[in-house]
């Protein structure tokens, strides 16, 4: 083990997940530093008490991670991001919303938070890894390295990794990617870490009572933004209080009464539309992204892979055909219900992550 | 692994003699001060023991010494207090751009209940200019705030000066002397203090203690209302333990200003000249003669002080990147922007403020480790090799 020994920073939130990465880094005999990005000003809010679940990760307290640390007996630091997450995330976040998209904070906030400011701050400190609680695996792999799936399938966060680099992922370490949620949770009781016992909350970390709305008003201002709701096919059905309330496939809250039920179809910032329509208008056979990251080296030709279009969406076979300027075409071999600009389309080969883009 | 504390205004160790001052008050003295039987009498003698060496300390009578819970609350008294009690004569207060933010956040406070405030610019020391003090002040002036010496660069101000000029126009002077108490001598009547704010950690005491002068004849309100303690001015059963502790303090610091930080200014020159001639590119904040003895404020440029902080504790050192007050968040600090210092050079602006316990071997190993840590991150530095 001393031959292995390294120097390895954790990012913990004080959830259950990275206090456990923290303690079996640290029982495996490395030296394990503990460090937390302070990335909101916690005085403005109140954050239910628990971690997050359906989103990538949690962010429960300063002070919970640096009881997580001193009980397990390990340096700890916070690191303070707050300019930075305003930034990359939150002034994105509600870019997205407004320009019709809707958006995925967590992989921009993993993107540019922790695999680069926080991976820059571990090196400042001469750490040789930063590990991270994520569900999801990274192995050496000829000559590099291989994303995969976390083996919990339920709790698989490979989805919100996608944007890793080759460089980043010789540095990035996931301990927890072998095992369950139920194997987790028995380290934590083994280890008689104090937040065992936390519950899950399917929140964004900055909008903790989920009323996104009304965050993004309190951020943005409200008015401005209504306008009409319009059936695809033309037809002014209504009125909206801005698009930035609705999402493609959202069925209920629109207040409209028509023959059949009817679904968001589209949202057109332009002109400040909301575009409705029945179920089969929601279907759609191809999509482009932007931004894309290949975890593999880039194809030269089109490839067929599996395409997850949300965190919680099953893959779906599809062929992916590489474009200019970072582009990339994902064709479904059956149309897909509820394609939405701004959440991330990640390619997969069984378990392994081939790279991923944003939807435009 | 060795460990070095160069954050003394920070906070500063209790000297055994002040632990053995306050344990019988947590022990067998346990009674409330104003109580009139015997478990009273007990103590009541030390609380009024302690005002008279913290008195004695900065020149005034034991009947002006208010005891209090910390020094913002001090601050806050201060100001609210003489805003309050002062509402019929004025407005406006005058203070600086580089205050604590006891007092800076407080003024914002009551300017968003009426007040009026100045804030007056510093040049690039971190000074102010006393005659922009003087023209500062109008008829609705009831109050000038400045700090005897900044916590951050360790700047000391006037105070003689700015006592002056608050006596001629009849205006109020209120300073925050907890930087400057136990390091240089402090005389309320040399400088025309009215109202002066000290806190126990600072100065080899407890956390959780702090003293305002208040000189007789101050009309104030308080900021905590209660019981009749300290002559009305500050409900609040009296920390017995923390006061004597205090008291004790103040005494030590009363007979070893002149020895102790004579040495502490010697240590703190040299560890100033080791990295100055070690180190490239290194800018001295702060003032550099009339400085608080203990402090050090320099920036390495290219270089972030959270990472240099951080590269510090890996080895043992315990120093600043400004305030502790302040280190939650990493805006600039406040005195470096009113310093006019640039952005990166502002983020990287590191605080060592040392103390009689420190040595020069400390002061050595300091000048040890600093070199190779500045150079490593400067490699790793985005703005280090763009200039490269």
């Known amino acids: ?92 976040f509600c870019d997205d919303y407004f320009a019709g998209r809707t958006p995925n904070p967590c992989v921009l906030c ?23 609680g994520h569900y999801a695996r990274i192995a050496e792999e000829g000559a590099g390295y291989a994303l995969r799936k976390g083996h919990d399938r339920d709790k698989d966060q490979s989805y919100f990794l996608f944007t890793l680099t080759a460089e980043q992922m010789t540095r990035v370490r996931f301990p927890l990617g072998g095992m369950t949620k139920e194997d987790v949770r028995g380290h ?67 207040g409209l009464s028509w023959p059949e039920p009817l679904f968001v179809v589209g949202l057109d910032a332009d002109k400040k539309r909301v575009i409705v329509g029945e179920r089969e208008l929601l279907e759609r056979d191809r999509l482009t992204v932007r931004e894309t990251n290949w975890l593999v080296p880039v194809p030269g030709e089109p490839i067929e892979a599996r395409c997850r279009i949300r965190y919680r969406h099953g893959e779906v076979p599809a062929v992916i055909i590489p474009l200019a300027g970072q582009r990339a075409e994902v064709r479904f071999a059956e149309p897909q219900k509820g394609i939405t600009p701004g959440q991330a389309a990640v390619f997969y080969e069984d378990d392994r992550v081939l790279g991923g883009g944003w939807i435009e | 692994m060795k460990q070095v504390y160069m954050d003394y205004n920070a906070t500063t160790p209790v000297r055994p003699e002040v632990l053995e001052e306050m344990l019988p008050f947590f022990r067998e003295h346990f009674g409330n001060p104003s109580s009139v039987h015997w478990a ?122 700015i006592g002056a000029i608050a006596q001629k126009y009849k205006v109020r002077f209120h300073t925050d002397a907890v930087q400057a108490i136990g390091k240089i001598p402090v005389d309320v009547q040399k400088a025309n203090v009215d109202l002066l704010v000290l806190s126990g950690h600072k100065v080899g005491g407890p956390k959780g203690v702090g003293a305002v002068y208040v000189r007789r004849g101050t009309r104030m309100t308080p900021l905590i209302h209660g019981g009749h303690q300290e002559r009305n001015r500050r409900a609040g059963t009296h920390n017995v333990a923390a006061i004597a502790g205090l008291g004790k303090a103040c005494e030590l610091a009363g007979e070893r200003i002149e020895g102790d930080y004579q040495r502490v ?21 702060g003032h550099p003669e009339k400085r608080l003895p203990n402090t050090l404020n320099v920036s390495f440029a290219y270089i972030e002080g959270e990472s240099l902080l951080l590269n510090f504790d890996m080895k043992g050192i315990a120093a600043s990147s400004g305030s502790a007050c302040t280190s939650g968040s990493l805006e600039p600090s406040h005195v470096m922007g009113a310093m006019g210092v640039e952005i990166a050079l502002a983020h990287s602006s590191t605080r060592f403020s040392l103390g009689p316990d420190n040595t020069e071997e400390d002061v050595d190993y300091v000048l040890e480790v600093l070199p190779p840590i500045v150079e490593r991150l400067r ?10």
């Open chain 1, 1 to 92: 083990m001393t031959a292995s020994k390294k120097r390895i920073v954790v990012a913990m939130s004080g959830g259950v997940d990275s206090s456990v990465a923290a303690a079996l880094l640290k029982e495996q005999g490395h030296e394990v530093i503990g460090m937390t990005m302070q990335i909101w000003d916690y005085s403005s809010f109140t954050a239910k008490n628990g971690e997050t679940f359906g989103t990538c990760c949690s962010l429960d307290d300063v002070h919970d991670a640096r009881r997580v640390a001193e009980q397990i007996g390990i340096p700890f630091y916070v690191v303070n991001f707050e300019k930075q997450f305003q930034r990359a995330v939150i002034d994105r």
């Open chain 1, 110 to 132: 993993n993107q540019v938070l922790k695999f680069e400011l926080l991976l820059r701050r571990a090196r400042e400190l001469e750490a040789d890894l930063l590990a991270t």
């Open chain 1, 188 to 254: 934590a009781v083994r280890l008689g870490l104090k937040v065992a016992e936390k519950a899950e909350s399917q929140d964004i970390c900055f909008v903790p009572d989920g009323d996104y709305v009304r965050f993004l008003e309190e951020e943005r201002g409200s008015g401005q933004m209504d306008g009409e709701i319009v059936h695809a096919y033309g037809q002014v059905l209504g009125r909206h209080r801005g698009i930035y309330r609705y999402t493609i496939g959202q069925r209920r809250g629109l």
């Open chain 2, 40 to 161: 009273g009498r007990q103590v009541s003698g030390a609380v009024e023991n302690a005002r008279e060496q913290v008195a004695r300390l900065i020149n005034c009578s034991p009947a002006e010494i208010v005891f209090t819970s910390c020094g913002s609350e001090g601050d806050n008294m201060s100001l609210k207090g003489t805003v309050d009690a002062l509402r019929d004569k004025g407005n406006h207060i005058v203070t600086t751009t580089v205050e604590h933010p006891a007092v800076l956040s407080t003024c914002q406070y009551l300017e968003k209940n009426g007040c009026e405030v100045t804030y007056l610019p510093v040049d690039e020391h971190g000074m102010i200019d006393s005659a922009q003090l003087e023209k500062a002040i109008t008829e609705k002036t009831i109050l000038i705030s400045i700090m005897w010496g900044n916590n951050e660069t360790g700047t000391l101000f006037p105070v003689e000066e």
């Open chain 2, 265 to 285: 200014r010697d240590l703190r020159d040299r560890l100033e000249r080791g990295i100055m001639e070690r180190i490239p590119e290194v800018k001295l904040n």
């Open chain 2, 379 to 388: 490699e790793m530095s985005p703005l280090y090799k763009k200039k490269a």
